[in-house]
């Protein structure tokens, strides 16, 4: 499994449900199928032999599905491929995933939907030593949690699930738009490639573009679940690739490892915070000796979950897929919002005019934000102070402390990844990253951030044009 897949040895079964007697359309679905196909085919992309990859448009028998499944499953020892996009169903007593046909009814799922049992279980016999599942419908992520039935094709090596939403969330179809959400970035990767990866791009490569230009567009974030090293293999080759002219340095390899890092890490994270939010709704039912533990791990799962979701966003820099997605915001209507959602605003002073529109991204504005206010709240000394002051073409936002300043020897290295004043400072307290995040996200926006001791605590300037 160490080479891209044969195209001889493998199989693909491309599933569209569109047109529906009881359930919405879903027009794009029809594209998202031919394009799919395209690729797969296309000598650029794969060279799949048409014979090898089976297309079922709008099929009107859930057997029809499960036949051509058993069969691909049969006829696949490379790598083995199921796609399917319509209407994701949940069965009301069992909470099973079902995948909608045309006569499909939502609250009767019985005979008229394909189970997701059934594409599993010829998943599980196959030879083939590839086995990828794709699902772009509403509750697809069922299929990867820990206690769903999906746990049975997950534990299996060089399975990768990739999903279109979480488990109780919609995925989603614009009606102004060719493809489904979802599908359209799937599609748009494979076209255009990922800058700064390698030759051959992985499935990890390829989840975490899809990631994080969906979650930029704020659309329903992708969810995946790999088994070992299918993830890390490579899968397609890469448009973007542009040969190295020099060996690597030591920091490209600590990219490269960060990303690997991360990404695996999110596997096991999947189970745990499922079993998590089981616990926490159970903690006012548990034994009073064992009720202290239960909550030291549900606190550090979620301390663990976002410092994987930091790692990720370092990622996403480092591979320039971080994406803008501008609108006309008043910017000290976020400042504020900032302080009220994490109950900050009795600690700081909010120094600020009226009112100050300007286009930016609000989502990266609020991480630079808590990143500042957090770091002079934590390392500096009350009271903190939030200041915005307008320019002609620019405004900055001033965040101040009363601590004892950042020292003079650590100044120059203040925004660097992992980089923490004081060495002393225990774990508990900051990955070193936050800082890094920040000033990633200003550059982002044509900004940057600018640290500084004034006569009493520390000075953090953010300026930002007034159009990101």
């Not at 567009?217 to 790999?226: I, K, L």
């Not at 001033?398 to 225990?426: H, N, Q």
Request: one cysteine or more.
């Amino acid at each position: 499994m160490k080479g891209v897949p044969d195209p001889d040895r493998s199989r693909v079964v491309l599933v569209g449900s569109s047109r529906f007697a009881q359930l919405a359309d879903l027009p794009a679905v029809s594209a998202n199928v031919a394009a799919l196909q395209d690729k797969f085919t296309s000598e650029e992309v794969w060279g799949l032999d048409t014979a090898h990859c089976t297309i079922m448009t709008d099929p009107r028998e859930p057997r029809l599905v499960s036949q051509a499944v058993k069969r691909a499953a049969q006829e696949a020892t490379d790598t083995l491929i199921f796609y399917y996009a319509g209407h994701g169903l949940i069965d009301p007593g069992t909470g099973e995933l079902y995948l909608a046909l045309y006569d499909s009814h939502a609250q009767e799922v019985y005979d008229s939907a394909v189970p997701y049992q059934w594409i599993r279980r010829p998943f599980e016999t196959s030879r083939a030593v590839r086995r990828i599942v794709i699902l772009d419908c509403c509750y697809s992520g069922r299929v990867l949690g820990a206690m769903s039935e999906g746990l049975g094709l997950a534990e299996i090596d060089g399975t990768y699930l990739l999903a279109a939403a979480a488990e109780n969330a919609l995925a989603l179809a614009p009606p102004s738009e060719i493809f489904t959400a979802f599908t359209g970035e799937l599609v748009s990767l494979l076209h255009q490639g990922v800058p700064g990866a390698s030759e051959s791009l992985t499935l990890n490569e390829i989840y975490e573009g899809m990631r994080s230009s969906l979650r930029a567009a704020e659309r329903p974030e992708p969810q995946c679940r790999d088994r070992n090293s299918l993830g890390r293999v490579p899968f397609i080759p890469n448009p973007a690739y542009q040969p190295r002219t020099a060996l690597d340095s030591p920091e490209s390899v600590m990219r490269r490892f960060v990303t690997d890092m991360s990404h695996e890490l999110r596997t096991p994270l999947t189970a745990l915070t499922a079993v998590t939010e089981v616990l926490e709704e159970e903690t006012g039912r548990l034994d009073p000796m064992i009720e202290p533990a239960v909550r030291l791990i549900i606190t550090e799962t979620r301390r663990l979950n976002n410092l994987v979701e930091t790692l990720m966003e370092v990622t996403r820099f480092d591979a320039g897929t971080a994406r803008l997605v501008t609108e006309v915001v008043d910017v000290v209507e976020q400042v504020a919002a900032c302080l009220d959602a994490r109950e900050w605003a009795a600690a700081v002073t909010l120094d600020a005019p009226h009112t100050l529109r300007v286009r930016l991204d609000p989502r990266r504005l609020d991480v630079i934000l808590a990143n500042l206010i957090s770091n002079a709240l934590t390392h500096g000394g009350s009271p903190v102070t939030v200041g915005v002051l307008p320019r002609p073409t620019e405004f900055l936002i001033e965040v101040r402390d009363s601590g004892s300043g950042v020292p003079k020897e650590a100044l120059p290295y203040i925004f660097d990844r992992f980089f923490k004043a004081d060495s002393r400072r225990p774990r508990s307290e900051g990955s070193g990253l936050g800082l890094s995040i920040a000033q990633e996200n200003a550059h982002l926006m044509g900004g940057d951030i600018q640290a500084a001791n004034q006569a009493e605590g520390a000075i953090f300037t953010l300026r930002l044009p007034l159009h990101a």
